[in-house]
């Protein structure tokens, strides 16, 4: 059974740090290329960013170029994102999902930007 | 990017009475080996986005056959045709042909 957990979410103030991983069971993972995407409350869902399962390849989006760092360990089956310089905006759930079609989603990790 | 743009944004429907959503993108999603990359997406309330439908019309493992999907170039269609009422939620559209992958705003369904 494919799995996907995320952790690392939390309280953060702007202009802070934090670091998402999402443990990936199931399938094989390094085969797989990994992306994350956020769904703010109550809005839609907004890709993020998106890695080749040998980490070759990387993509970001404008909103998040430059301050996140999509990453993996494929010997740990392992997905993170380090996101720098936050801000309120970031505020939403985290979700990583598997795949070039983004077929297998996690349940999400809630990240507050807030004072 | 590509704008994805769902229509309607909200959908009151009677259960057991079909459903139609539609979504429109702002460029052709045919990718240049011939395959069209677009998803449909359901997010029950509470729940992680669950892919229902790649590739415009190829339904995933698990999901009722009532659900179907088709379109072409930039026109998009999701049918259910009976509503029940797990069907509640928010259903997204997608597109993977383009980089930034970008979503429709969302429709939600619900029962009348």
């Known amino acids: 059974e494919v799995q996907l957990v995320e952790s690392g979410g939390g309280l953060v103030q702007p202009g802070g740090s934090l670091r998402l991983s999402c443990a990936a069971s199931g399938f094989t993972f390094s085969s797989h290329s990994m992306s994350w995407v956020r769904q703010a409350p109550g809005k839609g869902l907004e890709w993020v960013s998106y890695i080749s399962g040998s980490s070759s390849i990387t993509y970001y989006a404008d909103s998040v170029k430059g301050r996140f760092t999509i990453s993996r360990d494929n010997a740990k089956s392992s997905l993170y994102l380090q996101m720098e310089s936050l801000r309120a905006e970031d505020t939403a759930v985290y979700y990583c999902?598997?795949?070039?079609?983004?077929?297998?989603w996690g349940q999400g990790t809630l990240v507050t930007v807030s004072s | 990017d590509v704008v994805m743009t769902q229509s309607p944004l909200s959908l009151p429907v009677t259960l057991g009475q079909p459903a139609s959503i539609s979504c429109r993108s702002s460029q052709s999603l045919v990718y240049s080996d011939g395959n069209t990359y677009f998803n449909w997406f359901q997010q029950r309330p509470g729940q992680s986005p669950r892919r229902l439908i790649y590739?415009?019309?190829n339904r995933d493992s698990g999901v009722p056959d009532r659900f179907s999907g088709s379109g072409s170039g930039t026109d998009f269609t999701l049918n259910i045709s009976r509503v029940e009422a797990e069907d509640v939620g928010v259903y997204y559209c997608m597109q993977y042909t383009h980089w930034p992958r970008t979503f429709g705003q969302g429709t939600k369904v619900e029962i009348k």
């Open positions: 590739k415009v019309s």
């Open positions: 999902a598997s795949g070039w079609g983004v077929d297998f």
